[in-house]
């Protein structure tokens, strides 16, 4: 356990790059096992989950190490690969469900225990195994595993998502990759990480089109090659400083990250009175903090281009002390605002109810001992913190080291009271 303590009140000003995305990297981590040539992923940040799936990639007999920012990977052959996940690599996250299809693919058959990551309502994987079975794969569940075994090569399918699923849109790209004959992926996510995907696949020899459009066409067995791929910057990483500076008053530049990839998020800070300014892939922030931010704020979380779920709890944060109620829906997850008990400890008036979260607005912050109930929502409670008077102890259980390097540092960097201790 960690503890992150913050002591609100400062503003914030400087510059901060976010370093590559963790829902590029870790897809890009599982898809190199496809790969039959040595593969450098470029700036990859030291995350938990890059731990866990550098572990993952180990126990499956595959080759992947750290060199200094960057990970490189060697191909393994299919005899030396064995398809059965650890179950505390399973459960350490979300991510490990990208295992299935090159699994499935390079070893024949594959034993997934159940995923973990966020608790953020239901997280079935029905579409992953639909897709899968429509491809020929077999399909059985053991317990909370699921086993996945195909007697002969996949076989390319003209395949609807019944929702745009990004890992089950991850999934099914890379399974098509792998699959003899032409595979129609429709109602597919289209979210920047998905395109990141196609993109290295494409690097690596795959041939693929529509990617960033619902309706992606993937001609199968091609040979895949190795490359060396810088992934994408992580927008939520930036919406969180942008969040924080939001909060905290301030300048703040976020750099290295193209302003269309959180578009949705800059425009509702502006709405709420932050002053931005695009600059290629700058994007400078401003907000005198003695004026009150802009509330009234109805906001629906949804699949890209939407506002994205992950920086809903970032615009809760932010809408916590706003001159007037406002309201978030969140239309992926059920239970996406777990953390508004740790605003309500902060002095904060709002109620989460289902998909919905109600802010009252006008809230006297102050420090308080919280808990990280999820990733963003660990983040969400570091940006309120720091528009708290006095001291917040955020304790995490390992959920914001998941997702970001080092958040502290980050924010302490910016000049924000902030430090973390573990205990
Ligand atoms: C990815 O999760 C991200 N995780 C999440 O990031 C992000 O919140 C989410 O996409 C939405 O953008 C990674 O990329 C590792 P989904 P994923 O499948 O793939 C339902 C973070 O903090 N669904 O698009 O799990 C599902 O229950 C996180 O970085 C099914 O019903 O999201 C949810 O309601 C957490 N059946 C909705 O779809 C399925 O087979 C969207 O989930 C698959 C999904």
Redesign the pocket.
Same mark, same amino acid.
Request: hydrophobic fraction near 45%; glycine fraction near 12%; proline fraction near 7%.
């Given at each position: 356990m960690q503890t992150i303590t913050i002591t609100g009140g400062q503003t914030l000003h400087g510059q901060i790059r976010p370093a590559g995305a963790?829902?590029s990297v =870790? $897809?890009l981590l599982a898809a190199t096992l496809l790969c039959g040539a040595p593969c450098r992923l470029c700036g990859v940040p030291r995350l938990a989950?890059v731990d866990t799936s550098l572990a993952l990639l180990r126990a499956v007999g595959a080759k992947a190490v750290r060199k200094g920012a960057d990970i490189c990977t060697q191909p393994a052959a299919p005899e030396v690969l064995c398809g059965e996940i650890p179950e505390a690599l399973a459960g350490a996250? @979300? %991510?490990s #469900?990208?295992y299935l299809a090159p699994l499935l693919c390079r070893a024949g058959s594959v034993r997934l225990p159940l995923p973990g !990551?966020?608790r =953020? !309502?239901? @997280?079935? #994987?029905?579409?992953?195994? /639909?897709g899968l079975a429509a491809m020929g794969a077999q399909v059985e569940l053991e317990g909370e595993a699921v086993m996945l075994r195909r007697l002969g090569p996949l076989r390319g399918v003209d395949f609807t998502l019944? =929702? $745009? %699923? #990004?890992? /089950?849109?991850?999934t099914l790209l890379l399974a098509a990759c792998c699959a003899q004959g032409t595979t129609v992926l429709r109602g597919a996510?289209c979210?920047p990480?998905v395109c990141d995907l196609a993109g290295f696949l494409r690097a690596c020899g795959a041939q693929i089109t529509g990617a960033g459009t619902p309706v992606i066409v993937v001609q199968g067995r091609r040979a895949l090659g190795g490359v060396s791929y810088t992934p994408l910057p992580d927008r939520?990483a930036a919406a969180t400083y942008a969040a924080a500076l939001a909060a905290a008053g301030g300048q703040v530049a976020v750099t290295g990250c193209l302003p269309q990839y959180y578009g949705a998020f800059l425009h509702f800070l502006q709405d709420c009175g932050v002053q931005i300014e695009p600059d290629g892939d700058t994007v400078r922030l401003a907000r005198d903090p003695a004026r009150p931010l802009r509330g009234g704020q109805q906001l629906f979380a949804n /699949?890209?281009p939407a506002f994205?779920?992950?920086t809903a709890p970032l615009a809760a944060a932010v809408l916590l002390r706003a001159d007037a109620p406002s309201e978030i829906y969140d239309h =992926?997850? /059920?239970d996406r605002f777990a953390c508004a008990a740790g605003f309500a400890a902060m002095g904060a008036v709002c109620t989460a109810a289902g998909r919905r979260l109600t802010i009252a607005g006008g809230a006297r912050l102050h420090g308080a001992a919280v808990t990280a109930p999820?990733? @963003?929502g660990g983040a969400a409670l570091a940006v309120a913190a720091l528009a708290a008077e006095g001291t917040t102890q955020l304790r995490d259980p390992g959920h914001i080291r @998941?997702?970001y390097a080092d958040l502290p540092g980050d924010l302490a960097a910016l000049g924000a009271v902030c430090r973390a201790a573990a205990g």
């Amino acid at each position: 356990m960690q503890t992150i303590t913050i002591t609100g009140g400062q503003t914030l000003h400087g510059q901060i790059r976010p370093a590559g995305a963790k829902n590029s990297v =870790l $897809p890009l981590l599982a898809a190199t096992l496809l790969c039959g040539a040595p593969c450098r992923l470029c700036g990859v940040p030291r995350l938990a989950d890059v731990d866990t799936s550098l572990a993952l990639l180990r126990a499956v007999g595959a080759k992947a190490v750290r060199k200094g920012a960057d990970i490189c990977t060697q191909p393994a052959a299919p005899e030396v690969l064995c398809g059965e996940i650890p179950e505390a690599l399973a459960g350490a996250m @979300r %991510s490990s #469900v990208f295992y299935l299809a090159p699994l499935l693919c390079r070893a024949g058959s594959v034993r997934l225990p159940l995923p973990g !990551g966020c608790r =953020l !309502g239901p @997280r079935p #994987v029905d579409i992953h195994l /639909a897709g899968l079975a429509a491809m020929g794969a077999q399909v059985e569940l053991e317990g909370e595993a699921v086993m996945l075994r195909r007697l002969g090569p996949l076989r390319g399918v003209d395949f609807t998502l019944r =929702l $745009p %699923s #990004v890992g /089950a849109t991850i999934t099914l790209l890379l399974a098509a990759c792998c699959a003899q004959g032409t595979t129609v992926l429709r109602g597919a996510a289209c979210e920047p990480e998905v395109c990141d995907l196609a993109g290295f696949l494409r690097a690596c020899g795959a041939q693929i089109t529509g990617a960033g459009t619902p309706v992606i066409v993937v001609q199968g067995r091609r040979a895949l090659g190795g490359v060396s791929y810088t992934p994408l910057p992580d927008r939520i990483a930036a919406a969180t400083y942008a969040a924080a500076l939001a909060a905290a008053g301030g300048q703040v530049a976020v750099t290295g990250c193209l302003p269309q990839y959180y578009g949705a998020f800059l425009h509702f800070l502006q709405d709420c009175g932050v002053q931005i300014e695009p600059d290629g892939d700058t994007v400078r922030l401003a907000r005198d903090p003695a004026r009150p931010l802009r509330g009234g704020q109805q906001l629906f979380a949804n /699949a890209w281009p939407a506002f994205a779920t992950d920086t809903a709890p970032l615009a809760a944060a932010v809408l916590l002390r706003a001159d007037a109620p406002s309201e978030i829906y969140d239309h =992926l997850f /059920a239970d996406r605002f777990a953390c508004a008990a740790g605003f309500a400890a902060m002095g904060a008036v709002c109620t989460a109810a289902g998909r919905r979260l109600t802010i009252a607005g006008g809230a006297r912050l102050h420090g308080a001992a919280v808990t990280a109930p999820d990733l @963003r929502g660990g983040a969400a409670l570091a940006v309120a913190a720091l528009a708290a008077e006095g001291t917040t102890q955020l304790r995490d259980p390992g959920h914001i080291r @998941r997702g970001y390097a080092d958040l502290p540092g980050d924010l302490a960097a910016l000049g924000a009271v902030c430090r973390a201790a573990a205990g």
